[in-house]
Structures are given as structure tokens and as C-alpha cells.
T-cell receptor
């Protein structure tokens, strides 16, 4: 398996534009996480899915953020409209939830988003 | 919200020395994990310790867990320049809702000087 694949690796966009980040988890994993990393706030959990269902989105900062997982091999995180304060590195990770417990999470390389 | 908090925030040592990083957390957990992140890269899993374990080893890594104090430590022995990275602890913040979300602390930035 090629690991968790995120695209794009870098994204520069103008304030007000829609941004879509994509993630392909590891085949067979049933949990998927979206994180945002900044110097100030560290690594924040935005939302996580189990078996393609959003379980906890309490970390999503505001209504401008939305995430979907239409099937087990694809997820998107959308920001509309984007703002400069959304600039960060966004990570997707997947793992296997076994017996209600998370095992090792595998991270993608991240998408570095810059909103100007 | 942050579940785990690592300390120190930054640690600088000489090659060959041991490095100890600590993590404190707030709620009950099923397990605690440690991850490493090289600059500009994704996080990489190092070791997982379950709540009923007190110590675990993996190569030059030793992890301890004290559930009564809600704390864990990561010891890297005989450090190398290649160990330079940020280290994070992560907990599965189980609560009444049965949440299994994986929550990370802010990390310890380790610099190993050659």
C-alpha cells in the first residue's frame, strides 16, 4: 500500500475562494481523521470518521469548514470561503478501530494551505 | 481541545545523551501513543502503550505510563543527530460518548547536536 495519500501537497489561494483538500486512506482502515497544524495551536483534530460516518466534528472551527467521506477510499475537507487565518498544514490520517480502541494511525504528507 | 500536554516544549542535547519527554493527559484512556514528526513531514507512529501496561520498549525507546498520575514519558537512549524531530503523545480520549478520537499534544521539539 502506498500509505495515506493527500492532494494537493501545496495550495495557495486568494481569500474568499473555495478550497478542497483530498485524502485517500490506507485500504482496509475504518477510521479517518482530519487534523490542522499551526505553530500557535499545534495539531488540532477537526473531524473523524468511522466506517465512512462522521463521528465527531466538534473540532471543525466554523461553518465554513465541511468534510465528507463518500466511500471507504476517499475523503474531502472543504473550506468555503477561505480566510487568511485558515493558513496551516492539514493532515489526514487513517487507522483501524478494533474493539473500540484505536491502533496506530498513519499520516499523509499533509497539504500546506496558504490563503492570501 | 488538547488532551495531552508534553514537556518540555523544547529540548537540546548532545549526541549520545539520553532524552526524556513527558506527557500529561486529562481523561481516561484505552491507550497512549507516541509519534515523531520531522520538519515538513507527516507524523510517524513510534510506540503504543495500553492502559494496563506500565512500561514498553522498542529499540532505543522506552515508554512508561502512570494512569494514576495521568502521565507518560518517552525516553530515547543514546541519542543520535537523526533523532532530531518533534515528538508528540496522543491519547484516545474515551468519554461517556464512547469517543475514540485520537488527540495530540503540542509536542516536544528535540534537537540532538552532533
Amino acid at each position: 500500500d502506498a500509505g495515506v495519500i493527500q492532494s494537493p501537497r501545496h495550495e495557495v489561494t486568494e481569500m474568499g475562494q473555495e478550497v478542497t483538500l483530498r485524502c485517500k486512506p490506507i485500504s482496509g482502515h475504518n477510521s479517518l481523521f482530519w487534523y490542522r497544524q499551526t505553530m500557535m495551536r499545534g495539531l488540532e483534530l477537526l473531524i473523524y470518521f468511522n466506517n465512512n460516518v462522521p463521528i465527531d466534528d466538534s473540532g471543525m472551527p466554523e461553518d465554513r469548514f465541511s468534510a465528507k467521506m463518500p466511500n471507504a477510499s476517499f475523503s474531502t475537507l472543504k473550506i468555503q470561503p477561505s480566510e487568511p487565518r485558515d493558513s496551516a498544514v492539514y493532515f489526514c490520517a487513517s487507522s483501524n478501530l478494533q474493539g473500540g480502541m484505536n491502533t496506530e494511525a498513519f499520516f499523509g504528507q499533509g497539504t500546506r494551505l496558504t490563503v492570501v | 481541545s488538547q488532551q495531552g500536554e508534553e514537556d518540555p516544549q523544547a529540548l537540546s542535547i548532545q549526541e549520545g545523551e539520553n532524552a526524556t519527554m513527558n506527557c500529561s493527559y486529562k481523561t481516561s484512556i484505552n491507550n497512549l501513543q507516541w509519534y515523531r514528526q520531522n520538519s515538513g513531514r507527516g507524523l510517524v507512529h513510534l510506540i503504543l502503550i495500553r492502559s494496563n501496561e506500565r512500561e514498553k520498549h522498542s529499540g532505543r525507546l522506552r515508554v512508561t505510563l502512570d494512569t494514576s498520575k495521568k502521565s507518560s514519558s518517552l525516553l530515547i537512549t543514546a541519542s543520535r543527530a537523526a533523532d532530531t524531530a518533534s515528538y508528540f503523545c496522543a491519547t484516545d480520549a474515551t468519554d461517556q460518548g464512547g469517543s475514540e478520537k485520537l488527540v495530540f499534544g503540542k509536542g516536544t521539539k528535540l534537537t540532538v547536536n552532533p
